[in-house]
T-cell receptor, first 116, second 114 residues
Framework: EAGVTQSPTHLIKTRGQQATLRCSPI?????VYWYQQALGLGLQFLLW???????NRGNFPPRFSGRQFPNYSSELNVNALELEDSALYLC???????????????FGPGTRLLVL | AQSVTQLGSHVSVSEGALVLLRCNYS??????LFWYVQYPNQGLQLLLK????ATLVKGINGFEAEFKKSETSFHLTKPSAHMSDAAEYFC???WGSGYSTLTFGKGTMLLVSP
């Protein structure tokens, strides 16, 4: 069974541009989570999508947005890129509507975004 | 605010020695607890988790962790370190009840020397 996949693996942008990152969850999973892993800041929760809707959002500005498609894949968009957006962006998927909190999240390999 | 603390950004052990990675959380509400491992240039892989039941949890690769509510801790141990255990380890907590997101500790890099 295929795991969580993310594309691209690496992305280089300049300040002010927009970046689009993609994630395909494990087959059968309906929840997709996005995390940012920036140097020195650790892993921080960004967004949670389930059944096509945004369920929760971390403490990030509105220029971080995304969506979930009918096939449960997801896009993360980062507008007006800033240097500090350089990080590894990890996507995770989980089964069902993860409202209990006990479900395991399965992570993809990440997209490394570099903003110059 | 609810938080997760991992003591020690780096832990060094010799091959064959005991591995102990510490994790404490701050909350009056019992959480769900997870340990993940991240190898270089890879995503996170679940080692083990505690949700309910037995407080000593066994995971993959010989790791185990014990939930101690009175100490708000969930330390990760392995009796004998192997070179392949060298990686970064993250403790994560979910407080459930509709949140379903993970709060991670800062991570502990485990270094294993021959």
């Amino acid at each position: 069974e295929a795991g969580v996949t993310q594309s691209p693996t690496h992305l280089i942008k300049t300040r002010g541009q927009q970046a689009t990152l993609r994630c395909s969850p494990i087959s059968g999973h309906t929840s997709v989570y996005w995390y940012q892993q920036a140097l020195g800041l650790g892993l921080q929760f960004l967004l949670w999508y389930d059944e096509g809707e945004e369920r929760n959002r971390g403490n990030f500005p509105p220029r971080f947005s995304g969506r979930q498609f009918p096939n449960y894949s997801s896009e993360l968009n980062v507008n007006a890129l800033e240097l500090e957006d350089s990080a590894l962006y990890l996507c995770a998927s989980g089964p069902l509507s993860g409202t209990s909190g006990r479900e395991t999240q399965y992570f993809g390999p990440g997209t490394r975004l570099l903003v110059l | 605010a609810q938080s997760v603390t991992q003591l020690g950004s780096h832990v060094s052990v010799s091959e064959g020695a005991l591995v102990l990675l510490r994790c404490n959380y701050s909350s009056s509400v019992p959480p769900y607890l997870f340990w993940y491992v991240q190898y270089p240039n890879q995503g996170l892989q679940l080692l083990l988790k505690y949700t309910t039941g037995a407080t000593l949890v066994k995971g993959i690769n010989g790791f185990e962790a014990e939930f101690k509510k009175s100490e708000t801790s969930f330390h990760l141990t392995k009796p004998s370190a192997h070179m392949s255990d060298a990686a970064e380890y993250f403790c994560a907590v979910s407080w459930g009840s509709g949140y379903s997101t993970l709060t991670f500790g800062k991570g502990t890099m485990l270094l294993v020397s021959p």
